[in-house]
């Protein structure tokens, strides 16, 4: 993930990403939840957003007709 472990734990103190704490000390995580977390917040390429504005475009002129 590449991220520090005291983010890691700012992380699950501000309650940001799920964790198990089964004994009260050691903290678990599960992995699919951490996948989860990582790709929350998907950043369009410009290919994305052309096809994305093309597409409105389109529903938007058929609507118009």
């Known amino acids: 993930m ?4 005291s983010y890691l734990y ?5 309650k940001l990403l799920p964790f198990f704490c089964p004994n009260g000390k050691k903290i678990y995580f599960k992995k699919d939840d951490l996948t ?9 390429s ?3 957003i052309k ?5 409105i475009i389109k529903k938007a002129k058929s ?3």
């Open 51 to 55: 096809m994305q504005a093309s597409d």
């Open 36 to 44: 989860a977390w990582m790709l929350k917040n998907h950043q369009f």
């Open 2 to 5: 590449d991220i520090s472990k």
């Open 10 to 14: 700012k992380l699950t103190h501000h």
């Open 46 to 48: 410009k290919d994305e």
């Open 63 to 65: 609507r118009s007709q």
